[in-house]
């Protein structure tokens, strides 16, 4: 019995010693993502990250895999260059040959047109979760509010909207004149009693109704505000889309006045700005918003618009397999040659005298050090890092610290 | 070892009955064993009707004196063994051979924390045994599961070493949560990599098939569970084991029927050049002219290699569409000389060594069970770079410390290295050998040579490769790629550490009570270091890479159980279980990328010095835990009922919504223990059972679904700033998918147990699925979907699984066994949303009353007899069958299910004079499989420089019009144009394995103090049957598209041994 007793307390205080290391099922992610509760206690300990949400927004449209996620990581999920990128593709003026690593056939091809397809679904995915960011924006702060910088964000997220619906209107419907009436593509504003799940096309008319009306309400809340980063939305960038809205719609009058406000204080690109590869950095005096994408965004080389566009990168397809995006030669030739833009493209024997400042420098395979300037750069060939241009290759853009830099960060206009 | 225990009992049983009688004979033999044709020692020879008996002694001899000279019958048995009656005949010397009952022998079977004996087992489950386990040569083994229990599927989609099988028992439980079954290691829920567990360590491996079985894992076991037990010491005397085997693996399965003749080739392909012009309204004339300089221009649509020399002044293909016959293969420009390679012989035919060592000692003693163990494996891949070597320990040991308490400790320890390169399993990728050999036109050189012919090296020595533009001519297929060089260049390692432990208490206080504290630690640690070189490939340009990862994952186990069983009034026998268990995994990561590598050959961040390296970290956690009951009552080994219940909260869910009710109850009736039935002696055993029960799946998948029930966001650097953005749509509303099964079967042991076996009808319901609605895109929800609990799914089907003996007479056995499986699966309910139109992709659809492998493609209608344009209906769904040459304007329609109709496996053994013999086979029937890879090798001419399957021979011409092949036509767009066409039966045949081995006869081992030695040669994975040479359907469940499925995967691996095993 004396045993028994003994057994029992032994079995027990094991048991309990068990239960006291119990399990939390309340568990959290460390790293990989925040919780909605976690988010709300970190704003509590560190109020300056409320104006993440805002950044947020903006950040959407240059990071990486915003359409598809991570898991599936395709090279064409790069935000908004891609959509730009897609558009160019679609018209007569640019194209690109295609080795088996060109992202953009489809659009090349018009398969876009097939909705079983990436591209167009990312093309309209892409807006949708932005314009959602920005209702969410919206939501949250309440019409009661009186803090001019929380009324400033609710500006930048009604232009944010509008700017969205602005990116997809024109690609669903004819345009604006003389189709008012016909469906355009469903509206998702901050109000809960939309059902998303059965939302019909609106119609061109309410669509732009919503962007005029958006613009309306950002230019008057943007009224003073001062913008931190380029990125964000002020009261010009807000005057600069309305007249882009005006300029769908036919105003001429009102697109004139909307973009003259817009333009207000800024000072257009000299002959000399762009008389190089150029176009990858927000702190020129001629741009007015921007993508900021830093090499930080930018953790793998390919999603990206530099390793798409610049035939300068050091690590892409583009350079590599000679996926260069080219002028038609057609529309090269109507430049005339005092035109600074001319020389944004090598001409037919891979020349031109944008490149005479560039220089490019690589170890051979035979490790010796070779340096290329200026026009000895198209007919290059760098085992595995270019192949030669192709006639009416674009010089015009190129990532930061063009060019061989592997990174393939720039920011985005 | 068994063999001297008998001996010991015997006697005790035998010693003096052996009275002299008047009017008696003797009757003297020697008693052998079949498998092996040595004395057993220690059987009971009984004269049938008396107590009169003897013992065989240590030489099998047995002395039968004093037997009735009116006697008729001799009753031979010994326990493991068949009991065999044996007519006397007036012989006064009977020799008998006894054949091992490997059914007795397993009366015992693992269950749900516990054991169960087999008659008294209410539930469904199918057990391989270490024999079973021991014929198969696979490093991972869940690969040996194939084809050995009915019910269990099985798919390995890459035959990469230390690759686990995708196992479905049962069907296919669920839309987008896992249908995975969960692995119980010895009672602990295991989430290592099998692959750290050495199949040789391995007794049993039990999976557990209906809610009966497996109800008690309610949190986890929806999709069965698979239950691994390790081994333990057996008898007094220590028993040593050394088992060595060294072989050879190569490719099982080869390539397609590709065309081999470069001139076939570009014949083919300059007819397909000829025919886009005349096909489009061009002269023949023109024709020609355009195919003769377009033939070798890419930037025409040509191939780009001329590897062959042509007289000057002549052409290099006719107006014949032959080449010309002064051409002579090999061409140089003054520069390169090219000459085609055979791209898959360079690849796949280099000769390897396997090799695999164990050791084991085992035994036990009044108060020790001890089962110690060493491994090594060294299994090379069939590709440079790839495969597996694995260190194992094993150390399982259990002490009886006081009358009360026994504590013990199982501890498996594994360090391997897996090589294993990416991109092997990818469609598509220049980086893959597999999808490479394929698809590569028959011209194209793999290395780069001298105008001499000679293949060039580089000045550091280096092979050079040709890539596609390494010489002055461009490769139209896969440019700037030579995976055979950058495989042998970069360099792909993880090293695992895993130790995976349980330490265990029992403690008996009172007579049939039992409470058991079971502690499980199992420790992943993963070092992961992959090197991209700097001197060819695609990291030339950022000057090599690295990428190194530590991953770190930590699963404690915790279990109290009490259990207790008595018998009352000696026919009521009870037992009942409770206890409380909790799981917590915690899951660590870190790596890091960076480029420009000082030294070309370390894969270290440190010897990374470019300004942009990648770092992450990050912790994930995951934990259940929950309280289960069970109670089983069996009413004098003749009725039984078991009812168990299970209550689980799981951390995915919201704490609202995280707890789950689980719980079986089961019937069983054991005829043969009836009155009416023990008439009947041919049947030994006969038993009815029902069963019913509800289990959980909490499983959506890895990172945010961790936390499925919640919002979630992802912070990063905007210009300088914080910024946030929602990566995840969680649903707080989010809970338990459940099933519902329900199990009727019948288990059987006919003719003196040489016919046993087992047939079930299962029916599985998932309700409440772990839905990833697709959301609108307009909803702007990040992944454009959202985490619910709606629709549900059915499985049900059957299963038969026999086995039996087929011929005995004491010196020869020869057994087989069968199993076949068939179900449907059907889904019967989805969101409201999308209840009406099914949730259409492009290659398949959802819809209800439609299976998960349900195909929506174009429906072919063949080839134009008077254009050669395939031809597709328009829209059948809607009754459309109009015809159409324009696949654009076609509608996708219903092709159907693709799952097999009946899958399982058979295999015979054969065991004779010391020799023994094993085959066994997997097979599947009236299943489909979309062939990606055969679509993309019948191109019209489309994809300069891709392979042709020689199936293209049997194009559409103006001559040739009654054919399913379209016409050759360069400007016919043929890519990813999926449709029926390419839908081909999966039904395969597959030889898994064959031994054949020999134990040498005792008395001659014996002289060197060696117990048994046996010799034998093992074939692995020797081959597979199916609709096409190349294609592995055992790769697939079914459906698939033209970049999912195909031939394109890292190759399943053929693997012929020979070894020894010797038994001290």
């Not at chain 1, 300029?247 to 909307?258: G, P, S």
């Not at chain 2, 330490?503 to 079971?518: C, R, S």
Request: aromatic share 12%.
């Amino acid at each position: 019995m004396k045993l028994n007793i003994r057994t029992w307390l032994i079995s027990i205080s094991v048991v309990l010693v068990g239960a006291t290391g119990c399990t939390d099922l309340d568990t959290y992610p460390e790293g990989e993502s925040i919780l909605q509760d976690q988010k709300e206690d970190i704003a509590k300990a560190s109020p300056d990250r409320i104006a993440a949400d805002l950044s947020g927004m903006f950040a959407y449209l240059g990071k990486q895999y915003c359409v598809f996620g991570s898991g599936r990581s395709r090279d064409d999920d790069f935000g908004y260059p891609a959509v730009c990128l897609s558009q160019d593709m679609n018209g007569p003026d640019v194209f690109s040959p295609d080795a088996g690593y060109n992202w953009f056939s489809t659009c090349s091809e018009y398969d876009d047109r097939s909705n079983t397809y990436a591209n167009p679904y990312m093309r309209w995915s892409i807006f949708y979760t932005q314009a959602k960011m920005a209702n969410d924006i919206i939501k949250s702060i309440p019409e009661t509010v009186t803090d001019k910088t929380l009324l400033a964000y609710k500006g930048q997220a009604y232009a944010i909207r509008a700017f969205d619906y602005l990116s997809i209107a024109p690609y669903y419907q004819f345009k604006y004149k003389g189709n008012e009436d016909k469906p355009c593509v469903p509206i998702v504003t901050e109000d809960e009693t939309i059902d998303v799940t059965n939302n019909p096309r609106a119609t061109v008319r309410a669509v732009y109704e919503l962007i005029m009306s958006d613009l309306n309400k950002a230019i008057a809340l943007l009224d003073g505000y001062a913008r931190t980063s380029k990125n964000e939305v002020d009261q010009k960038v807000a005057y600069g889309l309305r007249a882009r809205a005006n300029l769908y719609m036919e105003n001429w009058l009102e697109a004139a006045n909307d973009a003259e406000k817009a333009l207000e204080g800024y000072e257009p690109a000299s002959r000399n700005d762009v008389s190089k590869p150029a176009f990858n950095d927000a702190k020129a005096s001629n741009w007015m918003w921007a993508i900021i994408i830093s090499p930080a965004n930018v953790p793998d080389a390919y999603p990206s618009w530099p390793a798409k566009i610049s035939s300068f990168s050091g690590d892409s397809y583009t350079c590599a397999v000679g996926m260069y995006k080219v002028i038609n030669n057609l529309l090269f030739n109507q430049i005339p040659t005092s035109d600074v833009r001319k020389g944004w493209w090598v001409d037919a024997s891979l020349q031109s005298p944008n490149l005479a400042g560039v220089t490019w420098t690589y170890v051979d395979e035979n490790s010796a050090t070779v340096t290329l300037t200026g026009n000895e750069i198209p007919p290059a060939i760098i085992p595995d890092v270019k192949v030669a241009f192709l006639p009416y290759t674009n010089v015009k853009f190129a990532q930061y610290d063009y060019p061989e830099n592997a990174t393939n960060a720039g920011d985005c206009v | 070892m068994k063999k001297r225990f008998a001996i010991f009992l015997s006697c005790l049983l035998f010693v003096g009955i052996q009275f002299a009688q008047a009017q008696t004979v003797r009757i003297t033999g020697t008693i052998t064993g079949s498998e092996d044709g040595m004395p057993l020692p220690g059987v009971s020879v009984v004269v049938k009707g008396t107590t009169i008996g003897a013992a065989s002694d240590a030489n099998g001899k047995y002395d039968l004196s004093g037997v009735p000279a009116d006697a008729q019958t001799l009753v031979v048995s010994y326990l493991g063994y068949v009991t065999q009656e044996i007519g006397i005949g007036g012989r006064s010397e009977i020799n008998v051979v006894m054949v091992s009952d490997s059914k007795q022998i397993d009366e015992v079977i693992v269950v749900a924390y516990g054991t169960s004996t087999k008659s008294s087992f209410t539930g469904s489950a199918g057990t391989v045994k270490t024999e079973q386990l021991q014929k198969r040569q696979v490093s991972n083994v869940s690969n040996a599961l194939a084809g050995q229990v009915a019910g269990v599927q099985t798919t390995s989609s890459s035959g990469q070493p230390g690759t686990s099988a995708t196992i479905r028992i049962r069907g296919i439980g669920s839309i987008n949560a896992s249908r995975d079954p969960l692995y119980v290691v010895d009672g602990v829920p295991f989430d290592g990599s099998i692959s750290s567990l050495n199949p040789q360590d391995i007794e049993t491996m039990t999976v557990l098939k209906d809610a009966a079985a497996n109800a008690l894992y309610g949190a986890r076991g929806a999709n069965g569970v698979i239950l691994i037990t390790t081994k333990k010491g057996k008898g007094k005397d220590a028993r040593i084991v050394v088992d060595a085997k060294w072989g050879n693996s190569s490719r099982a399965v080869p390539n397609y029927d590709v065309m081999k003749d470069p001139a076939l080739y570009y014949e083919t392909f300059y007819k397909a050049l000829y025919n886009g012009k005349v096909y489009n309204g061009s002269s023949s004339a023109d024709a020609y002219a355009h195919a003769d300089t377009a033939l070798f221009n890419t930037d025409a649509g040509g191939l780009g290699y001329k590897v062959y020399t042509v007289p000057v002044g002549e052409k290099f293909i006719g107006t014949n569409f032959k080449l010309n016959p002064n051409a002579t293969l090999g061409y140089s420009d003054g520069t390169y000389y090219y000459t085609p390679d055979d791209w898959y012989d360079e690849l796949f035919n280099s000769s390897n060594l396997r090799q695999e060592y164990n050791v084991s000692i085992s035994g036990t003693s009044d108060k020790i069970n001890y089962y110690f163990s060493a491994g090594y494996l060294d299994e090379p891949g069939i590709v440079s770079g790839s495969g597996l070597k694995r260190y194992s320990g094993r150390s399982n040991v259990d002490y009886q410390a006081k009358k009360w308490l026994k504590i013990g400790a199982n501890i498996g320890y594994t360090n391997y290295d897996q090589k294993a390169p990416t991109s092997q399993n990818t469609w598509g990728s220049s980086g893959n050998l597999f999808y490479i050999t394929n698809n590569i036109a028959p011209i194209y050189p793999m290395y780069v040579r001298n105008a001499d012919g000679s293949i060039k090296k580089d000045n550091r020595g280096i092979t050079v490769y040709d890539f596609g533009n390494s010489t002055n001519f461009k490769r139209a297929f896969m440019a700037l790629a030579n995976p055979a060089i950058t495989l042998k260049l970069d360099k792909y390692s993880r090293i695992y550490d895993e130790l995976n432990s349980k330490w265990y208490a029992v403690f008996t206080p009172i007579d049939g009570l039992t409470l058991t504290t079971n502690i499980g630690a199992n420790v992943l640690n993963r070092r992961t270091n992959y090197l991209y070189n700097q001197f060819y490939g695609g990291n030339v340009g950022s000057k090599g890479s690295v990428y190194v990862a530590h991953y770190r994952q930590m699963a404690i186990t915790q279990q109290y159980m009490a259990n207790y069983k008595r018998t009352f009034a000696d026919i009521h026998n009870f037992e009942i279980l409770a206890a409380y268990e909790s799981y917590d995994l915690k899951m660590q990561q870190l790596d890091g990328t960076n480029n420009m590598l000082y030294s070309p050959f370390v894969g270290e961040l440190n010897n990374a010095v470019g300004l942009d390296p990648d770092v992450n970290s990050y912790t994930n956690t995951y934990a259940v835990q929950g309280y289960l009951a069970r109670i089983q009552y069996d009413y004098d080994g003749k009725y039984f009922a078991s009812a168990s219940y299970r209550r689980d909260a799981s951390s995915r869910f919201h704490s609202d919504n995280r707890w789950g009710n689980f719980g079986s109850m089961a019937l069983a009736w054991l005829i043969n223990k009836e009155e009416f039935l023990k008439p009947i002696t041919w049947v030994d055993m006969l038993k009815l059972k029902v069963s019913y029960g509800v289990q959980g799946n909490d499983d959506l998948g890895g990172g945010y679904y961790y936390y499925a029930y919640a919002d979630q966001y992802e912070p990063s650097n905007s210009d300088g700033q914080f910024a946030i953005t929602q990566v995840y749509k969680g649903n707080k509303d989010l809970t338990w998918e459940t099933s519902h099964s329900t199990n009727i079967g019948v288990d059987f042991e006919l003719f003196k147990s040489r016919l046993t076996g087992t047939v079930e009808y299962f029916n599985r319901k998932t309700k409440d699925l772990l839905y990833l609605q697709p959301t609108p895109n307009s909803a702007g929800f990040p992944g454009d979907e959202k985490p619910m609990n709606v629709g549900a799914l059915e499985n049900k089907g059957f299963e038969i699984d026999l086995n039996g003996v087929i011929f005995t007479n004491g010196k020869i056995e020869w057994s087989a066994n069968l199993n076949a499986t068939h179900y449907t699966n059907e889904i019967t309910d989805l969101h409201p949303d999308v209840k009406e139109n099914g949730i259409k992709g492009s290659s398949r659809i959802l819809e209800v009353g439609g299976s998960i492998y349900d195909v929506y493609m174009r429906k072919f209608a063949g080839v134009s007899e008077t254009t050669g344009k395939s031809l597709y209906y328009l829209d059948p769904d809607n009754g459309d069958y109009t015809l159409t040459d324009d696949y654009s304007k076609a509608k996708q329609a219903r092709l159907g299910g693709t799952l097999p109709d009946v899958y399982g496996g058979f295999g015979t053994q054969v065991k004779a004079y010391g020799f023994d013999f094993s085959i066994q086979f997997s097979y599947q029937l009236g299943g489909r499989l979309y062939d990606g890879s055969y679509e993309a090798l019948m191109h019209n001419g489309n994809a300069a420089g891709r392979n042709w399957h020689v199936d293209i021979k049997n194009a559409w011409t103006p001559e040739n019009t009654k054919t399913d092949v379209p016409r050759l036509c360069n400007l016919d767009d043929s890519e990813q144009k999926q449709s029926s066409r390419f839908l081909v039966s999966s039904n395969y045949l597959s030889l898994n394995s064959i031994v054949l081995g020999y134990t040498v006869p005792e008395n001659l081992v014996k002289k060197i103090n060696i117990s048994s030695l046996r010799v034998y040669v093992a074939g692995d994975n020797l081959g597979v049957l199916s609709k096409r040479r190349g294609l592995d359907p055992r790769q697939y469940f079914g459906g698939g598209s033209s970049t999912t499925t195909g031939n394109f995967s890292y190759s399943a691996m053929k693997t012929i041994s020979a070894g020894v095993t010797l038994t001290f």
